[in-house]
């Protein structure tokens, strides 16, 4: 019962261009979403987050958008590049729970 | 501030062996978790904690303990180990309810042999 759902376990953009990197949630319970990062030997970092009253945040080059008919969110990076390889995770929670569910990972490579 | 820390960073066991995850946050953080990670699978919560005294289980916590003497340590212990607990650990804390910060350890990486 993977409530989090990243279906693409990997994705190889060329740098310059835009990263899109989809995560679907089953729980309607679910309104807080983060996206976090992780490199080789490291722990997960934050990178950004949105509220189930958005619909779009955005911070410089990344930008999360949610449709929450669909129960589907994404995140965008522009212009992508080569720091920006790594694995995302996205993942989702309520306010009462105060816990992270997360989605499976998804590894981003970006050729130069 | 060294944030939160995990030790060992790396171990091999032996199937029946036990042995203790140290992790350590010095942000005066309440809330702290660990949760495993598997090959192509996402961060499973193990256990968690809200603070000194309280823990709860998580989506797995089948073969761990865990306690919560003080706010900065939360230690979990694996009793029997097995093949199946293979996997990276990351413990993580955070401020009450602030869900952007959640702050990570660099992980342990167990094997059970």
């Known amino acids: 019962d993977q409530q989090v759902k990243q279906n693409s376990p990997s994705l190889s953009v060329q740098e310059g261009r835009i990263s899109i990197l989809n995560c679907d949630y089953t729980n309607s319970m679910f309104d807080y979403f983060l996206w976090y990062k992780k490199y080789p030997a490291e722990g997960p970092t934050f990178l950004i987050s949105?509220?189930?009253?958005?619909d779009k945040n955005e911070d410089g080059r990344f930008t999360v958008f949610l449709n929450k008919s669909a129960k589907h969110l994404s995140l965008h990076i522009v212009p992508s590049q080569p720091g920006d390889s790594a694995v995302y995770f996205c993942?989702?929670?309520?306010?009462?729970?105060?816990?992270?569910?997360f989605g499976q990972g998804t590894r981003l490579t970006i050729n130069p | 501030n060294a944030g939160v820390t995990q030790t060992p960073k790396f171990r091999i066991l032996k199937i029946g062996q036990s042995m203790t995850l140290q992790c350590t946050q010095d942000?005066?953080?309440?809330?702290m978790y660990w949760y495993r990670q598997d090959p192509g699978m996402g961060l499973k919560l193990i256990y968690y904690?809200?603070?000194?005294?309280?823990?709860d289980k998580g989506e797995v916590p089948n073969g761990y303990n865990v306690s919560r003497s003080t706010t900065e340590d939360f230690p979990l212990r694996l009793e029997l180990a097995a093949p199946s607990q293979t996997s990276v650990y990351f413990c993580a804390s955070s401020y009450d309810r602030e869900l952007d910060g959640y702050t990570f350890g660099s992980g342990t990486r167990l094997t059970v042999v």
């Open positions: 942000m005066n953080h309440n809330y």
């Open positions: 904690s809200v603070g000194a005294g309280i823990t």
């Open positions: 993942a989702a929670s309520d306010w009462r729970a105060q816990k992270l569910v």
């Open positions: 949105i509220s189930s009253i958005k």
